[in-house]
């Protein structure tokens, strides 16, 4: 299958209620682990590449790793530039064959975001390729909790960003954050300002920040000699309930990060005289698919391929 616009993928998930997960690769086993996941579990699958990936990777090994990965397979999937803030690569991505890219201007004030987002909208609109932005800010809501209404997305001011911008997916800052460090205490979600964007807008929400940071992942890095302390994440309850309540897209990175991380140090711990990376590469993948699978059920998105 050739690959598939985010739009598309995201109108079916909007209409039926469920949401998708995006999942960041930055390598050949990351990905390979994701795809086995969806099709497992018949899932479509939106795959993200960061500008960071992009630098690490290079982009036409990462466009050609996932348009690989789509010729192999019979599962829709989208390949997304994530959090794109450099306008020389959301050129490229749209020019080179990404189906998908994030305009993430949410950093300046609502003029300045409203104002590149219709540039990145008016340039990936001559190819057909979907555009996600950004409304509200991410990061140290935790630290802040006098100034939370402030950092949430205002639903009314997200209305007016959609009506003058015209993105096909809003990302909106609910409480989550980026990493693996998001709570202090209980996380929590502020679901009233979810209901009223969705009633307002009715489009594909996206909730960035969104990993659980599952406590047996962090357990596996920290018993072979990671030291991760305090780590917390939003809990799978709390991502089903965004979901049945709007969110169709769930950005998913952290829990790969430590999926990977964990296998591959106790892989190396147990086998130490082994220096045949494929012998460790191979647990690093295989523990990608079980928490994609387990994704892909919390989100709801299994036999919606
Ligand atoms: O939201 C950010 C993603 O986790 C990508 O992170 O910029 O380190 O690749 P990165
Ligand atoms: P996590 O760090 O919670 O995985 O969030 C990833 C993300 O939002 C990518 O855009
Ligand atoms: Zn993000």
New binding site residues.
Partial sequence: MTLVTMKKILAKANKEGYAVG?F?INNMEILQGVIKAGENLKSPLII?C?EGAIEYAGIDYLINLVTTAAKLTKIPIALHL??GKNFKIIKQCIDKGFTSIMIDASHYDFKENVKLTKRAVALARKKGVTVEAEIGKLSGVEDLVSERRGIYTDPAEAFEFVKQTKVDALAIAIG?S??AY?FKGESHLEFSILKEIKSKLKMPLVL????SVYPELVEKVNSHGGEMENAH?VTDSLLKKACKLGINKV?????LRLAFTGALRESLMRNKTSFDPRKYLIMARDDITKVVERKIKVFGSQNKA
């Avoid at 960035?208 to 990993?211: E, I, K, L, P, Q």
């Avoid at 950005?251 to 829990?255: A, E, K, L, W």
């Fill in positions: 995006a960041n993200s960061s994530d959090h989550t980026h990493g998001k960035h920040g969104a990993s994440g950005n998913t990175d952290t829990d």
